[in-house]
């Protein structure tokens, strides 16, 4: 595998972006490859993957891309009252790693996964792009965006973010978009996502499960000993790789630790 740090221009934001990029780099690896766009947590960037995991190893053999952009404190989520963030991955970033590598380009070739934050950007952008992505994982994702908002230091960003949307039922409540989705039939991703039992976001996780069973929309869910730590999330990334191989229909899977 090789690693690539990719600085480029991000017009939705208008601003410089960064990104790291695993990228398969054998002379016989040739491509096209499809693309795993993994994203980070509140308080860190776009490195932090590539620092606080073995994902490269993990990666090694497999024919994927991973494109780790950095989404700031910025949920992912075009803010009212700032950048649009939600944009930035879903136009600048995915024209960016389709231009400058060889991509399969299209849904079938694409997927997405984050930790925490990253974690719910990872499902609301799924359920509300779904003609993205072919699947798409969270891992302890903060998916009860309205619960978030009760914290205290966070209620002034949260407010320049999302607005009164960050009420249920707002524009990038995970919550309501399955509801928005099932009721226009849209084909939605492959979706899984894990947490940790010991970890503050459970409530989120298990409140998003029972609200996806009753909508009957089709899910994998588990629950694993660990908290809201990367040595939690090195071991579970695994899983993610290994569901995204199968709905990408992609050979190999990742390495083991």
């Known amino acids: 595998m090789g690693v690539m740090q990719v600085s480029f221009w991000g017009a939705s934001i208008k601003k410089q972006c960064q990104m790291m990029v ?16 993994l994203l980070h947590g509140l308080s860190d960037d776009h ?16 024919p994927l891309i991973v494109a780790m952009p950095d989404g700031h404190r910025a949920f992912y989520t075009d803010a009212v009252e700032g950048l649009a963030y939600e944009q930035n ?20 070739g694409r997927c997405i996964s984050g ?16 003609d993205l992505f072919v699947s798409a994982t969270s891992h302890s994702g903060a998916l009860r965006i309205t619960s978030i908002k009760k914290r205290p230091e966070l209620q002034p960003q949260l407010r320049r973010i999302f607005g009164k949307g960050v009420g249920a039922g707002g524009p990038d409540d995970c919550f309501a978009l399955a509801e928005r989705a099932k009721r226009k039939k849209a084909k939605l991703p492959a979706l899984r996502f894990d947490c940790g039992v010991d970890d503050g976001l459970l409530d989120h996780n298990r409140a998003f499960h029972a609200h996806l069973e009753k909508l009957r929309i089709p899910h994998e869910y588990e629950e694993f000993p660990g908290a809201h ?27 083991p630790s």
């Open 229 to 255: 730590t990367w040595g939690y999330w090195d071991v579970h990334v695994r899983e993610s790789l290994a569901f995204h191989a199968r709905h990408l229909g992609i050979a190999g899977k990742p390495k």
């Open 89 to 108: 991955l879903i136009k600048d970033v995915v024209e960016t790693v389709d231009r400058f590598f060889r991509t399969r380009a299209e849904r079938a």
């Open 115 to 130: 930790l925490s934050m990253g974690g719910y950007g990872a499902m609301k952008l799924a359920l509300k792009h779904p």
């Open 47 to 62: 490195t932090i993957w590539t620092r606080h995991t073995s994902l490269e190893r993990y990666l090694s053999g497999m």
């Open 22 to 37: 695993c990228y398969p780099d054998r002379v016989e690896a040739k491509g096209p490859f499809p693309v795993l766009y």
